[in-house]
């Protein structure tokens, strides 16, 4: 018997550990049934306990085609209301967007059928049996469905009930079941992403787990009093606190009520990159509060220059510098945050998915902390030990400003906003994130610009 694809791994976790963690984490979902090949069942129930999944209320045994197991899964919600919000979703679709959850939800508060599709950046063609065009769509109407699909469960149990009375039967999904059998009824189309991809073909295997890689992740952003509320009494560590990024989170933690110790190599002759220096900065902070909360290395070399060009002095401080101390700073920290189940934030460069010309041990080294990062989130997931990093569009800093020279202020970001978007993360539950900061969200832009220009061009 072959394995389910679900349960392949991508970034080192089976794919259905994936895409269950997105529902556990969805406020707006309270519970998860789980359909499961039948000869997979324990292994499902397996990831389910390992990785506490609270929602998962039971893992069932699915049927011999979809629409099968979709009626098996509404079999057993029938003492739910029927306005209770349902949402269906595809196991192998592990890049599913918070967002899509949410608008989902939403969208049934007036609908009773909502779809997830993206436009189609193809032409389409219908073709005969004998493979000659018969017709071209305009591609202005056409959409590539998603998943989830969404329904107040009344709707979709009344539309299954009709069409297992046609002999005829057939459908892909579950919208065309309320389509085809509950004809009057509006299904609504959420915008999907293009990455809520399905993993389907060997090569889909490779492009997710890369994806996963480059994923990046939104922050909720918490009010002022969730600032003192949560900093209060707190202490953080601040690993190149004495200007630029560093300092500007000191500054927002310790406006909130946190303790705050702050170590570079001008101000307190800390260097990072030396173990020792780490060791002995940490200790002093625990000593003085008995607890560490959060610590934040924001400290980071940026030569310019050739590699062939560069001499060993500078390949090795680099080096050190950007990658080594970070590693040093995880390992030292760990004791200290395992006590308070507290958070490790790295910095990492948006020159760390194609390295740069010229920054080249740069890049690579902001590469290395991504996979570090992520590797660590895994690591310390059962010590409560929560690890993220943040990737700061090009940001107005004296590191900066020292390899590029002067630039217009408006063509880069704040050090403010990347610093109250680093508290956010700190107060989240994320782990193993990277969370971008930009100064214009493209996705919103990019929506922003279609809603004006109409419905776009064929």
Not at 7 to 32: S, Y
Not at 118 to 137: G, H, K
């Amino acid at each position: 018997m072959s394995t389910p694809k679900q349960l392949l791994k991508i970034a080192g976790k089976p794919i259905l550990e994936h895409t269950l963690a997105l529902f556990e984490e969805a406020p707006d979902v309270d519970e998860i049934v789980l359909m499961m090949n039948p000869g997979f069942v324990k292994d499902a129930e397996e990831i389910v306990r390992k990785a506490g999944f609270t929602k998962v209320s039971r893992v069932l045994p699915g049927g011999t085609s979809r629409n099968a197991t979709t009626q098996l899964a509404l079999d057993v919600l029938t003492d739910y209301d029927p306005t209770t919000k349902v949402l269906f979703h595809d196991a192998v679709r592990p890049l599913l967007s918070q967002r899509i959850i949410a608008d989902c939800v939403k969208a049934l508060d007036d609908y009773s059928a909502v779809d997830v599709a993206i436009p189609s950046s193809d032409t389409i063609i219908e073709v005969d049996d004998n493979d000659i065009i018969t017709d071209v769509p305009r591609r202005s109407r056409l959409r590539r469905g998603q998943t989830p699909q969404g329904f107040r469960l009344g709707t979709i149990k009344d539309a299954y009930a009709k069409a297992w009375e046609d002999p005829a039967f057939e459908a892909t999904d579950d919208c065309t079941v309320v389509l085809r059998y509950l004809p009057g009824t509006p299904i609504f189309v959420v915008p999907g992403d293009e990455h809520n991809m399905k993993v389907t073909q060997p090569v889909d295997i490779f492009i997710a787990d890369k994806l996963f890689q480059l994923a990046s992740s939104t922050t909720p952003e918490f009010g002022e009093e969730d600032y003192r509320q949560r900093l209060t009494g707190s202490t953080m560590v601040v690993f190149g606190g004495s200007y630029g990024i560093g300092a500007g989170v000191a500054d927002l933690a310790e406006q909130y009520g946190a303790r705050v110790f702050r170590y570079s190599r001008s101000a307190t002759r800390t260097h990072v990159e030396n173990p020792a220096d780490v060791a002995a900065a940490l200790a002093q902070a625990y000593s003085a509060t008995g607890r560490i909360d959060y610590v934040v290395n924001t400290a980071g070399v940026l030569r310019i220059g050739r590699l062939d060009q560069t001499d060993e002095a500078t390949i090795e401080e680099a080096l050190r510098v950007n990658y080594l101390a970070p590693v040093h700073i995880a390992k030292a920290s760990f004791p200290y945050l395992s006590r308070t189940r507290g958070q490790l934030l790295l910095y990492t460069s948006s020159s760390y998915t194609r390295g740069r010309a010229d920054y080249s041990l740069y890049s690579s080294a902001k590469a290395a902390t991504v996979n570090l990062t992520q590797a660590l989130a895994d690591e310390w997931a059962a010590d409560g030990v929560r690890i993220n990093c943040i990737n700061p569009e090009r940001t107005q800093t004296p590191m900066r400003t020292q390899a590029f020279g002067e630039e217009p202020a408006h063509t880069l970001l704040s050090a403010e906003k990347v610093a109250r978007t680093s508290l956010d993360v700190l107060l989240s539950d994320l782990t193993g994130h990277v969370i971008d900061v930009r100064r214009e969200d493209p996705v919103a832009a990019s929506r922003q610009e279609a809603e004006s220009t109409g419905k776009g061009s064929e």
